[in-house]
């Protein structure tokens, strides 16, 4: 498919980098690109001079496509495509997105959210189109009214029905969350936007293994996949359990986050999110190969995404240091300092920093509680110290005749339950 891209600004030059990485991402063939600087025409967005030398330029390229990277009403985008060839499609930077989501969507929870974000855009457009017809009162266009009033119900309809379900998988989620914490795991997300590289970091840090069976799986997380150098590589969750200096913690690798989502995208995927907002620690990835200015628009519209929602402690990540020199990654430091205090730095591809990324994760995790529990032996005493095995640091254990010593570190949770679990054998024993 090839495609033209398209972007008008009040002032200033257009960017296309971002709407280009997106066109390759989506498998467009960019064919051509035209920039306009003015304020927006009310028929046309750009002005209809532009969108005549748009429609030459489609002709002589003989392009598929036209991308516009801008914030194209219902009605202009309309009158764009009269002006092209027969067949042309004119999509813009939502449709475009969703489109790279569509075919990244490879698990159920992932398509509801397309699904979501689809009908959602839709729905004013459909809204605008009941109401037109409604006017058009003209002969011979009856009914057409009728007809969009009910495809506007049914839009309305499907949103519910899809809402339900992903609220019955969030619901889910939760409880596996609280299951998670109950045995002891500390929970970290990687956040930051996409490409950062925070796949190929979960890849680093993680053991080999998916958590468990039931979680959607990502062939983008197979050790045999590369990563791949394109926008949204993931789309849902994954999780794995990843060894820290002492702890083990459960990492979580979601969807990226990417500038000026209309506010319905970003909350079609809120549940995915999610697994952010409820961390213990938030690893906020960036690509430290980047300018510094484009590192801070993406910290700070990271910041922005997070702030509302986000408890946690967030720990900056700067990565892919292997594609800058040292004395770079000192100028970017300083000069991010205000917003990223103290990064980590790291390359997820070589491996290097990845010891210090442990180290630091570690402290800045919730402290943890130290225990002593004084049990007698007894079969049932057995499947409790094998329990504070599997949640807790054991420190020491020590065996006489008749009792069990362990001294232990662990969250605060897990304590109390070894107590309550001591307390049911041994009542009158435990210390
Ligand atoms: N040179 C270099 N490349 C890296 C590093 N880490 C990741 N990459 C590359 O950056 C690209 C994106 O990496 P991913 O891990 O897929 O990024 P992501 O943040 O998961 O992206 P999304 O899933 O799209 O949100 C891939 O081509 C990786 O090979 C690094 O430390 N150094
Ligand atoms: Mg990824």
Known sequence: MKAILAKRVDSGTADLTEIEDLAVSAGYDVVGRLTQTRTEDAAYHFGEGKVDELAELVERT??????LDNEVGPYQTFNIGQKLPEGVEVVDRFTLILDIFGQRANTRKAQLQVELAQLRYEL???????SLAKRDERPGFM?????????EQDIKRQISEIREELESIADKERSRRKQRRDSGFDLVALAGYTNAGKSTLLRQLAAELDVDENEDRHPDLATTAESEDRLFTTLGTTTRRAKMERRDVLLTDTVGFIS????WLVESFQSTLDSVYRADLVLLVVDAGEPTRTMREKLVTSHDTLYERNEAPIVTVFNKIDRITDEELAEKRSALSDIAPNPVAVSAKTGAGIDRLRERVERELPDWQRERLVLPLSESTMGVVSWIHDNAHVEEESYSDDYVTLEFEARPAVVSKARAKAAEIAPAESV
């Open 143 to 151: 009914g057409l009214g009728e007809y969009d009033e009910s495809r």
């Open 62 to 67: 003989d392009a598929d496509a036209v991308i």
């Open 124 to 130: 004013p457009r459909a809204e605008a189109k009941a």
């Open 260 to 263: 000026d989502l209309p506010h």
